[in-house]
């Protein structure tokens, strides 16, 4: 996406006017990101700014008058008023900034003028001439400019009042019932000026500003359809106006909404911008949207935007140490921006980096202790130091801050999880999905909070509903398949688990993986599998009873070691027997190299040697004792339930003795001892489960 001088100039005017007009209406945060964008922008050389001021003369937008003449003059009149709002609202003083238009006598007016559904057909008629003389009278002549300030300065009066009403974060009383009590005024005013500027279904003169309101008053109201429509009409007028597109985003649940509303937008820069951050705010993550992300970059090459983004992509996509490496990049360039360090917190507590994040907690301490991004990183260092009720507090106060703070409810959840308090626990996870209902880590925390109360039913529930938002995620499937299977539903929890086998491929739902010849493409012959889910397969169907497809995915669970081919086939399609897959060390060609199609095996696990003791149990019932004694011998190699092994070996030798086939099993290994092995130095790892 190269742009051209002519472009880049063009594109730099409509930042600074949105700059300028975010400003002018008190919206900070989209004047913010506007800013940022901006200067990412290459400067224009000496010849560019030349051929510029030869073209045109270019005032700065702060001077620009405003193109609609009507507004213009409105705005000129009213300029004194509009300057003593303004610096009000800056004061934070809502409620006396929006009354220098709008006085609330005015508010009372407009409300009683309001046609209202049923009563008497006389009642009707007389709110009917009410409701166009209000149209008229009772609506003041000021700008749209002047106007939107008011209704904005009214309606976070509302949210300032309601922050105030609000209990102590999860304590008692606090429901999360309490509403903002302005918008029923803001709303209903801005329906009467809509009336009134509509003439056959379109609304004169309207600058886009005023349907953003609007759109945010509906979506508090949860009316999402309407408020969607009315977003839509605003970024149409006004495209550059960043808070109105994430509002989109937060109206937006499911990548096919995403491409619905995208026909609908504009076409420019912006919505590039929107459907790149909607994707990633839908866990997304491909190709085309990772090439998306380098053109623009490659205009605006040292955005702050554009960098978290980059780093929340790789984040999606697992790469966590490519992450934090951009996340590291980023503070670096902006060391006292604090925007989505909580993302980058988490990376480093999964990462284990301790001195990174006590770093990271002490930098935002320093640059600003009251911001939620700051409460969210240091609560996350104190719960990697397993103080888990200081990092509770820490949560808190984050929600103090803005009760809004999606990672601090989810956060607050996990740690109430690890200090045992369910109910508590639950009720975090539920607010995280009031607050963003694609928060697929709340929707996880739920089922698994269920699944330690034994409420299997709800834990299933919420599993699949995390599944849902992130199909391709195998651990997701994995919780699905292990509820089904203590529900007893061991069919439906055996397809869960193959579709947690190959959550990133594309695989026939209906083939059966366990025969190894059909339902496995090239992808899954080379892919590395989780021998712990191919375990829990092969246990499902021993309790089917279905022992010969049990005994396939032992012996693919077993062939994980050191990445052999599935079902215990080698890249030919020869079938290896399973024992035959057991080594030291992964094949590898003379010169280093590793062979082609193969992958880097997970050496012995608890997994593993799970399988090959059942594989060696299952020889011994079939009076396979060559094998059986093979599989136990690795076993007492492995240094995992030696004695286990050591008691089959000697069993085997006793089953042979007395076999009619009249094997000497004696004869083939007489060179081997078992007694006089030494097992001071084995080390028993059961795993360690993480959050």
Request: aromatic share 10%.
């Amino acid at each position: 996406m190269a742009l051209t001088a002519h472009e880049l100039a063009q594109l730099r005017v409509a930042l600074q006017d949105a700059v300028v007009r975010c400003s002018e209406r008190c919206l900070y945060q989209s004047a913010k990101w506007a800013a940022e964008l901006l200067t990412s922008l290459p400067e224009p050389t000496e010849e560019e700014l030349e051929d510029e001021s030869a073209e045109q003369s270019h005032l700065s937008p702060i001077f620009l008058p405003n193109q609609d003449p009507e507004e213009a003059q409105l705005e000129s009149k009213e300029l004194s008023k509009y300057l003593f709002a303004k610096s009000l609202f800056d004061c934070r003083e809502y409620d006396r900034c929006a009354a220098v238009f709008l006085p609330d006598s005015l508010f009372s007016t407009v409300l009683s003028s309001k046609p209202d559904a049923g009563g008497s057909p006389s009642k009707s008629r007389s709110r009917e001439k009410l409701a166009e003389t209000g149209k008229s009278s009772s609506l003041p002549q000021i700008s749209q400019k002047s106007l939107f300030l008011a209704l904005y300065a009214k309606f976070l009066s509302g949210e300032k009042r309601k922050a105030e009403d609000s209990e102590m974060v999860t304590g008692p009383q606090d429901l999360g019932t309490v509403v903002n009590k302005q918008l029923l005024t803001v709303g209903s005013y801005l329906s009467s000026w809509f009336e009134s500027k509509t003439v056959d279904g379109e609304v004169v003169g309207s600058q886009g500003w005023l349907e953003y309101l609007y759109g945010m008053v509906l979506a508090k109201e949860k009316n999402d359809k309407k408020a969607l429509g009315y977003f839509l009409q605003s970024v149409h007028k006004f495209p550059m106006n960043w808070g109105c597109w994430l509002e989109i985003t937060s109206l937006t649940s499911r990548s096919d909404d995403l491409d619905r509303i995208s026909r609908h937008c504009p076409q420019n820069i912006m919505s590039y911008m929107f459907h790149l951050h909607t994707s990633l705010e839908l866990y997304q993550h491909s190709a085309s949207l990772a090439s998306s992300l380098e053109q623009l970059m490659s205009i605006f090459p040292t955005s702050s935007f554009l960098l978290t983004c980059n780093a929340l992509l790789a984040y999606h996509e697992k790469d966590l140490m490519l992450a934090e490496q951009h996340f590291s990049r980023l503070l670096s360039l902006h060391p006292h921006r604090l925007d989505s360090l909580d993302h980058y917190s988490n990376i480093l507590y999964v990462l284990n980096l301790r001195p990174k994040l006590a770093f990271l907690a002490h930098l935002c301490s320093s640059v600003d202790k009251f911001r939620p991004e700051s409460c969210v990183v240091i609560g996350n260092y104190y719960s990697l130091l397993s103080m888990h009720e200081k990092a509770v507090q820490y949560f808190r106060r984050a929600l103090t801050l803005d009760r809004t703070c999606l990672s601090a409810w989810t956060l607050m959840g996990h740690e109430y999880v690890e200090l045992k308090n369910t109910h508590a626990a639950i009720e975090s996870y539920r607010r995280a999905v009031d607050v963003n209902r694609r928060d697929y880590r709340a929707w996880y925390g739920l089922g698994q909070t269920y699944e330690m109360l034994e409420m299997h039913t709800y834990s299933l529930w919420y599993y699949k509903k995390a599944a849902g938002l992130r199909p391709w995620d195998g651990k997701m499937w994995m919780a699905v398949g292990s509820c089904l299977q203590k529900m007893g539903r061991e069919r439906d929890g055996i397809k869960a688990l193959k579709r947690a086998l190959l959550a990133d491929a594309y695989y026939d739902a209906g083939s059966s993986f366990g025969n190894g010849n059909e339902g496995l493409n090239s992808h899954a012959a080379t892919a590395h599998m989780d021998p712990e889910i191919l375990l829990q397969i092969a246990s499902m169907y021993e309790q089917l009873g279905e022992e010969e497809e049990a005994k396939s995915y032992m012996e693919l669970c077993v062939g994980q070691e050191d990445g052999s081919g599935p079902a215990g086939r080698d890249a030919n399609g020869a079938v290896v027997d399973a024992s035959r897959m057991h080594n030291d060390s992964p094949g590898g060609s003379d010169d280093g190299e590793r062979e082609e199609g193969r992958n880097e095996g997970t050496g012995v696990t608890a997994a593993t040697s799970k399988a090959r003791m059942w594989l060696a149990r299952f020889a011994m019932r079939t009076a396979d004792y060559t094998v059986a004694h093979r599989l136990a011998t690795e076993l007492c190699q492995d240094g995992v339930e030696v004695e286990e092994a050591k008691a089959l070996v000697r069993e085997a030798h006793g089953a042979v003795e007395i076999d009619p086939r009249g094997i000497r099993l004696n004869s083939l290994y007489d060179n081997v001892s078992y007694d006089n092995v030494s097992y001071d130095n084995i080390s028993y790892d059961n795993g360690r489960i993480g959050r």
